[in-house]
């Protein structure tokens, strides 16, 4: 078995070598049956890593402990579901499944992507083939998941932490995500190698990219729900490296999505979308690295291995290499057309970009700064919550107030006076929410009102924007209020699910403002009978309770928890003592109001041996806003992204001479 | 022609760019980053500090009340420090675990910042180097 997926891998490594090196040599010389034979390797070659894939999951299922990975990974005890989700639980097999997904992507996408003409097309196969060979190289010669061992009596075990739902969906997320990333690079490396700097290979993989930055923005979200749930601080967020890790590239994809569209509209910024989009590989490949290497001394990076040098090569060879072709390439990056005025659409989405993108690069300074500091003064430093707060507060907020701004503003050049209209109801509403505000006491933290008027100001924009369209297409006949606004949205889905991705973003910052500016933290110790009092919740502590699971004890300390005489039920927070493992883990106890969307969050913090327990409590308003964010994230975004028949037949009738001619 | 024609990308470019360089400026040199320190480093810091180090011996005392007293000590010396904390105490703090915590260093005792303790995780996550 070990040594079916050893000759897969190396049968990929094969194939993905042939398909850079062959595809190269048939682009370079427009040899149309090699590039043809270049495509099938690629192809091929995720065939490969699909069987390499299937035998690491075998071995898994059938608790294989001379597969060093198995042994190392799971135990006899650890139940299936578990077991298999220990495919990504480590290093290696994290490496094939990042190999697998860029085979899967590879091929769709070279597949379905035939419109950006055959030239193209013949330079991408050897981009994806040459990411493909750097991680079949890794996974073959320095990583490789298939050493053996003689078996061992049982396995290590899974870290009980990763012993979770969420493992399931979180870490294939966030890898859909980085690595969908390599699609939109590999096709405009491949443009420029082909000489067609036109915005045809940005059409050809909008779905994809878009595809892979949900992807990655969802995973972040289960991410952070998965830690506040479960990790038991009361937050969700923490600026870990790790997190930062995920974060950047998805800021930078923002970035792109946004700025490709002008492209398309003006045919201008060529060269800031190259540029960007290598950012965003980069710093997706970059992820890995930091989340595979533990270089950056994390909570989470705890993989400390030989592939960091590779990692760093190969994050200096491409962004060398892809600079290198983009200052080759310049001469034919010309923009056709020009800013015009710094009052239009065209300048907003300028703005948002380069908020965007100073936000990502802030946080990578973040994220680099204990090494840097170290490489410079001989003494490690880091940064921590206060420089990020301060830089997302400085970036963040502003791109708040331009997510309002920009859809409502002409192209090329808005007047004033039109401008005065247009703003006049979101700009009253946000005023007079500002004003509600600070009468009901928000000001006690000034971020806190200024997200707020701006989420009213853009939230404001958003619906006047559905109604005007709606009601347009209302008076165009035959229809009710309900059927114009679904064939608004049918109609322009791009557009409209991206005003639903805008609202989910709005909400998604109501929530992190409500659950940090003003949150209420309360701690006490607490003897039974005693009760301590947050945010208008009376909590009283009715001593404690414990009982024997298979692996572990569980110790609960009872919390009745009554608001104006009102009892509102016992909550449960505790400890649970694994035996195996020798590890206690904290088993918050969370009371949502889905009313108000506030948690009140409850931690026991120290269990003391005289029968007392040292609550922690934490009233979070809104925080619910944060998750119910996400359902609306995937909504606007899978309205985005669903194939429409019109826009295909128009994109076909727009590209059919230069495709018949490539 | 294009190129010379937008005056407007330019100066947008270089005023975020000023901007940026004042603010990471500001940051890291006044005052944004916190010095990360082992044990036998610590000697001649006065100022607030980030200290790493494995957990040294039997912690004794109350995180809640007078407040927990351990050891930290050097990755890979002897060198130790005795440490006093306040605050939330992670899960997986004991004996061995490497540990950060903030704090300054008064009367060869290092005081702890409250709730900054965090420890780093064992490695069952990955093999041993």
Redesign the interface.
Known sequence: MPDLGRAALVTAFLLLVYASVAGTFAAWHSRRRLAQSAQNALIAAFGATAVAAAVLLAALARHDLSFTYVAQHTSRELPLGYTLTAFWGGQEGSLLLWLLVLGGYSVAAVLTARRVGREVLAWVVPVLGLVGTFFALLLVFVASPFATQPAPADGAGLNPSLQNPYMAVHPPMLYLGYVGLTVPFAFAMGALLARRTDERWIVATRRWTLAAWAFLGVGQLLGAHWAYVEIGWGGYYAWDPVENAALMPWLAATAYLHSVMIQEKRGMLKVWNVLLVTLAFCLSIFGTFLTRSGIIQSIHSFTQSSIGPWFLGFICFITAASLALIFLRLPLLRAKTRLESLVSREATFLYNNLLLVALALTILWGVVYPLLSEAVTGEASTVSKPYYNFFLHSFGLPLLLLMGIGPLIAWRRASLRALGRTFLWPTAAAVVAGIALLAAGAGSSRVGVIAYTFSVFVLASIVLEFARGTSARKALGGVGWGGAFASLIARNRRRYGGYVVHAAVVLFAIGVAGSSAYQTVREARLHPGDSMTVARNRLVFRGFESSTQPNHRAIRANIDVYRGGEYLGRYRPGKNQYFAEDQVSNEVSIRHDLLTGADLFLIADQVNSDGSVDLKALQKPLVNLIWFAGFIFVGGSLIALWPDAREERRLAERYEGATMRA | M??R??P??LI??LS?AAV?AV??LY??IAG??????QPS?LQGHTGRV?L?GLVAGQATG????GGLHFMLRDRHAMTSVPVVYKG??P??FKTGREV?VDGKLRNGTFVAVPNTL??????????K?
Do not use: E, I
Request: charged share 15%.
């Open positions: 294009a190129r024609g937008s407007a990308r947008v470019a975020v940026l603010f990471l940051t890291s944004g980053g916190t010095p990360s320190l480093q980030s790493v109350d995180a809640h009340a939330s105490v899960d997986l950060v965090v420890t780093k995780c064992p490695s069952k996550y990955a093999p180097k």
